[in-house]
């Protein structure tokens, strides 16, 4: 290194490498501090970062209190590097499992909610996610609270094969009860919403509220382009394509996500 490029280098070293997140969608360096002011989304091109569970709840409402903390994923098919994969992704997330649900605020109005994390496993649903939210469904049921769920995931968790699949129709008839009391559930579909969840409860919102850019769909495009043989539209899976082909209701940039539920749950309850 040259003796003229050497204060330079020390100077890059000096800078904290936190200072800056760098847009995927359009490689824009953001300030750190101001791309957390703005929800983690790109001031360029408003591309949604993917939030954690919690980070998610945080956002949308006030007084979070977590239910069935206790319930974590055991092993029931002896899977092959399962159990490695589970304890990475708590130690990861500091969560037990991909799923986290409780009681919260919206604006001042009770609730039942819940938020799925990418981060653990991709979102995945196992026995221990459609538990959780089954039981948010009842207890929405009893203490008569309107539902929201969040959804970002790549689907039904395969290390627990049936007993992930089963979750489908099970989480699908707590939505029917719910209904039957004419309980409103909302379901925000963030990226990714895909497969299992998103072709059971997830789907099933009597409003369907979608982030900017979210990839919602069933299968992904490749399976399906080699299986069927056909080329399908570069963003058939976007929350944009869906919204023109009458799949979702609305898409809410997450900065009004607050605002447009409180206003939606006005709408439904009031």
């Not at 496993?121 to 203490?143: N, Y």
Request: net charge neutral.
């Amino acid at each position: 290194m040259s003796p003229e490029a050497a204060p330079v280098a020390a100077r890059l070293e000096e800078i904290p490498a936190n200072l800056v997140t760098k847009c995927p969608s359009c490689n824009t360096m953001l300030v750190t501090k101001d791309w957390l002011r703005d929800l983690k989304t790109c001031a360029r091109c408003s591309h949604h970062f993917r939030l954690g569970a919690r980070e998610r709840i945080a956002i949308l409402t006030e007084n979070f209190e977590e239910w069935d903390a206790e319930l974590a994923p055991h092993d029931p098919l002896q899977f092959p590097d399962y159990l490695p994969k589970r304890s990475a992704a708590q130690i990861k997330t500091g969560a037990k499992d991909s799923m986290l649900s409780g009681a919260a605020t919206l604006d001042g109005r009770p609730i039942a909610i819940a938020a799925s994390d990418f981060g653990f496993m991709g979102g995945s649903m196992g026995s221990v996610f459609g538990e959780k939210i089954t039981r948010l469904f009842e207890r929405a049921l009893d203490e008569k609270r309107p539902v929201l769920t969040a959804t970002s995931t790549g689907g039904a968790r395969m290390q627990e094969g049936l007993m992930s699949l089963m979750q489908m129709a099970k989480t699908s008839a707590a939505v029917g009860r719910l209904r039957e009391e004419k309980l409103p559930f909302i379901s925000i579909l963030t990226d990714p919403s895909m497969a299992g969840v998103q072709a059971s409860f997830a789907s099933l919102g009597d409003v369907l509220v979608a982030e900017p850019g979210a990839m919602i769909g069933f299968t992904g495009a490749r399976v399906i382009e080699q299986n069927l043989r056909i080329k399908l539209p570069k963003d058939f899976q976007s929350a944009e394509f869906q919204m023109a082909h009458g799949q979702i209701d609305m898409i809410v940039p997450r900065a009004k996500l607050k605002e447009s539920l409180a206003q939606l749950l006005s709408l439904l309850l009031d």
